[in-house]
Structures are given as C-alpha cells and as structure tokens.
C-alpha cells in the first residue's frame, strides 16, 4: 500500500464564508455585532495554524460486494453499507483518507463552549467544521491532479453517513501508521482532534462524482444539508 501525506496553509483553501453564514442564521444579511468580531477572530486564528494535514493510503486489491454492502481491502472487511458501495462499484482501487485541521482549534473552541464564551466558541467550532472539509477539498483536488490520464474519482464517504457503520473507524485506521497526522481514535470510534474527518475515495475509469450527493443518505447533520 502507498502512503500519501499532505501539509495545508490556510490561505491555499477555499472556505466557504456564504455557508458559514448561513450556518449561523445570517444567509443574506452581514453578521450584527458582536457577531462579526467573533467571525473575525476565528478566521484571523485559523490563518495562523500550521497542523492541517491530510494523509491517505492506495489500496488496489479490492473486492465490493454491493448486495450485502461490504468492501474487502488491505486486509479488512468495511461494512460500508449498500448506498457507497453502489458508488463505489466500478472503483479500481480505493484510496482511504484522514484529514485533520489540529488540536489548537479544537482545544480554543471547546474551552470557549464550555467557558464565558459559548456564543464565540460556537463560531470557532463552525469555522472549524468548514475549515476541515475544505482541507478535504484541497486535497481531493490535489488527488485529481495526480491521476493518470483516463482515471476518475467519486466523492469522499465517511464512517458514520450513507448508513456506513463509524465502528469502521477502527479499520480504517489499522491501514496506517499510529496516530495519523496526530490523530487518534476514542474506543467509540470518535477521532482527537475533533475538527478530523476520514474516508475512502473511488479510483477508476468507469467512476463518477456527484456535484450534489444529499439525495444518497438522510443525515441531518451533515453541514452540506444545513447550508443547501
């Protein structure tokens, strides 16, 4: 298996500020005071971090089964769920993922949420949640670019979405060394830092890529849903 490692700056990723917004409740109208301070302070924090990372490993010996929803590679059993499977079935090879923004925006917002400043720990969190996705992009982006001539890839799936199982976390994490771009897994299958996402990605001529993949799962909680 190879093993790819990305290192981000933040100002090589594409933010969604208008998502941001309407996570917030603002979607057509600038943020009130003190609102706007503290979207301010939270994306002035996130200029200066230097711990978002992305790792990922290519697995090419690959076996789906789409009637009971499992995927067999690198010598573990996913039990992905029928729906990413589907999506995943002309893949020739598969590349897993975990992408993380660090613990400095993890730690901040959390010890504000829980501190004097809930309202302002909230918008650190969200611009954390946006943060880390966009990592996501860029390095699915970066990915793309990579591919030979002729090969695709679909969207990145998650443990824990489209009825895919999070306790899968836990094999998705034996492909890769210990503590992944510094990032570790609880025995709930819950990743530290929090602001960390992980995944698998189809490799292959006869993929596709959804530009709106909501229709495939019933999550409502995923930001895309929030903010579409």
């Not at 981000?8 to 943020?31: A, R, Y």
């Not at 009130?32 to 090419?60: H, K």
Request: hydrophobic letters at 35%; glycine letters at 8%.
């Amino acid at each position: 298996m190879n093993i790819q490692e990305y290192s981000f700056q933040t100002k090589d990723l594409e933010i969604d500020l208008n998502g941001i917004l309407k996570v917030l409740g603002f979607p057509d109208s600038l943020l009130p005071s003190p609102f706007d301070s503290y979207l301010t302070e939270a994306l002035d924090f996130i200029s200066q971090l230097d711990e978002i990372r992305a790792v990922c490993v290519q697995v090419d010996n690959i076996e789906l089964n789409l009637s009971k929803g499992i995927i067999n590679a690198g010598g573990q059993t996913f039990k992905a769920g029928k729906t990413i499977c589907k999506e995943l079935k002309n893949a020739e090879e598969l590349l897993f993922f975990i992408c993380t923004a660090g613990k400095s925006l993890s730690e901040i917002s959390a010890a504000m949420l829980k501190g004097e400043e809930p309202v302002k720990g909230y918008i650190f969190d969200q611009v954390g949640v946006f943060l880390t996705e966009a990592a996501g992009d860029r390095m699915e982006q970066l990915i793309r670019n990579e591919l030979p001539s002729g090969m695709k890839m679909t969207n990145r799936y998650s443990p824990g979405y489209c009825h895919w199982d999070v306790s899968d976390q836990h094999r998705l994490f034996s492909l890769f060394p210990p503590s992944p771009c510094g990032v570790t897994l609880t025995s709930s299958a819950l990743m530290t830092p929090v602001k960390s996402i992980s995944g698998v990605i189809g490799i292959g001529r006869e993929v596709g890529y959804r530009d709106y993949p909501c229709a495939l799962c019933l999550s409502h909680n995923c930001i895309y849903r929030k903010v579409s």
